[in-house]
């Protein structure tokens, strides 16, 4: 644990409280969400991770039919919906493979229907208990089921009315993990998984060490996790124990700082959770300050050029994942933007931002989501002030597998797909040193896709020193 309380660095020392007097650590990191399907996002840099992921692939591009056809006679009579699909299934393996038979109008509900679903790879980590029914206590995560799963599926079978192509998927996906040459292969992803909920404690220390090894810390963070979840409690325990304080909004964007730097003032609109360094917790309701949607709007009036879909995605998304915060003398925006798709509204972004300011001192620490290079240089464009990294350097690097609900997507499938997505931008008033992006994803000659254990998160953190005013 970094130990550097307010015992050892207290408000006397004006270096220390003023964040722009002295060097600061600043980040913007997004943490992942939520997620339940271990395979969906291949970790290429770990070698026994691909293993086990190859040996249930393979399964699922050779599952035969009869495999499904002994499951669907244990689950006893189905109802003439269920039945018509099965015999399209049936038709479809004349000439073709079962998992080809998943394509996009097979698989539309599955990313909406998520309740009452037992689907053993997509929810693999998903736990029991929203399935409302009855388990032994250590059984707590889809996965447990593998080797007895059946009699838990038959008691969901009323709710597979609702679309018995979720039932067709889920049985199918069910039938693979459960093989059992598959199952040791299985066991040893789920287990491990940073998904897992056994394991939020380990996920906790990887995702926020690089940020409590520093002294004093101000951190732009996405994806925080929701109020009163587990994953919350023990993220803010673990930065409270380490001296820092959380301000998090209601639409999961956080600031994470040092708590000897003083409670900062909230300038944006919303509703806001503080975690306290003396682990109590408090709400507040800010009404009278920066309303983000209508700065949005003016933006927008003013940039005619921007086409709907990415006005409603700025407007209606962007907007919510925005949080300002004042200390003394620095201003921190942090935004997690939807993807603006063309440059006229990378433009806006930029210059959403630049309205947000207001002040001598500040500091953008955003997920842009923007993913070309031209549209991240275009965004570039807009600032006098420093935006680091540069569009050509790789903030992310996902590589999705054949795993998961959009299998039928060729052009996101067996793809790695890279793009400069995480920036800090810092005023002219203020220096910038010790630019860094971890882990390195960004050379042709790494091989590293995200996330992986030791850094359990799709983004990398990008972070650097924030030094004194520069007059």
């Known amino acids: 644990m970094g130990n550097f309380c307010s015992n050892n660095q207290t408000a006397s020392s004006s270096n220390l409280i003023n964040p722009v007097n002295g060097d600061t650590f600043i980040c913007t990191f997004n943490l992942l969400g939520d997620a339940t399907n271990p395979f ?69 509900n599955d990313n909406k229907i998520l309740d009452k679903r037992l689907n053993m790879m997509t929810m693999a980590n998903a736990p029991l208990k929203d399935l409302g029914l009855t388990f032994e206590n250590n059984v707590t995560q889809q996965w447990h089921l593998v080797s007895n799963w059946v009699d838990t599926f038959k008691q969901l079978l009323p709710y597979y009315e609702r679309d018995a192509n979720l039932f ?17 292969s299985y066991q040893t992803i789920c287990r491990t998984s940073i998904f897992n909920s056994n394991n939020v404690l380990d996920l906790t220390e990887s995702l926020f060490k690089p940020i409590i090894s520093n002294k004093k810390v101000i951190a732009g963070v996405q994806e925080f996790p929701a109020e009163g979840s587990e994953k919350c409690k023990t993220f803010t325990r673990y930065l409270n124990d380490n001296c820092l304080n959380v301000i998090a909004s209601s639409n999961s964007v956080a600031i994470i700082y040092s708590s000897f730097l003083g409670k900062p003032t909230i300038k944006t609109n919303g509703d806001y959770t503080w975690y306290f360094e ?21 933006v927008i009036d003013a940039n005619l050029e921007v086409s709907e879909k990415d006005k409603n995605g700025l407007v209606g998304t962007t907007t919510k994942k925005t949080m300002i915060v004042e200390f003394s003398s620095l201003r921190v925006i942090n935004i997690h933007a939807k993807e603006p798709k063309e440059r006229q509204a990378a433009s806006t972004l930029a210059k959403y931002i ?8 500040w500091i953008a620490l955003c997920d842009t989501n923007i993913s070309s290079y031209d549209v991240g240089n275009e965004f570039k464009n807009q600032f006098d002030e420093l935006v ?54 960004d050379s042709d000659k790494v091989d590293m896709t995200l996330p992986t254990i030791s850094h359990p998160s799709d983004h990398c953190m990008v972070s650097g020193v924030l030094g004194k005013i520069m007059f």
């Open 388 to 441: 680091f990294p540069e569009p050509n350097v790789d903030t992310t690097s996902k590589h999705r597998s054949l795993l998961h609900g959009q299998c039928y997507d060729r052009d996101k499938c067996l793809v790695t797909v890279k793009a400069s997505k995480d920036k800090i931008i810092v005023s002219s008033g203020l220096s910038f040193s010790s630019g860094n992006v971890s882990p390195n994803v």
């Open 40 to 108: 969906e996002f291949l970790s290429k840099s770990d070698s026994s991770y691909m293993l086990n992921y190859k040996n249930i692939e393979i399964y699922a591009a050779n599952i035969f039919l009869s495999h499904i056809e002994k499951i669907f006679i244990q689950l006893g009579p189905q109802t003439e919906n269920i039945n018509l699909q099965m015999e399209r299934l049936r038709n479809h393996c004349v000439n073709e493979s079962i998992w080809s038979f998943f394509k996009k109008n097979i698989l539309s």
């Open 354 to 361: 630049k309205t947000l300011s207001g002040s001598e001192n």
């Open 168 to 184: 067709l998927w889920d049985m199918c996906c069910n039938v693979i993990v459960s093989q059992p040459d598959v199952i040791p």
């Open 278 to 298: 003396d682990g109590t917790v408090s709400k507040e309701k800010i009404v009278n300050e920066i309303n983000p949607i209508e700065t949005m709007i003016q």
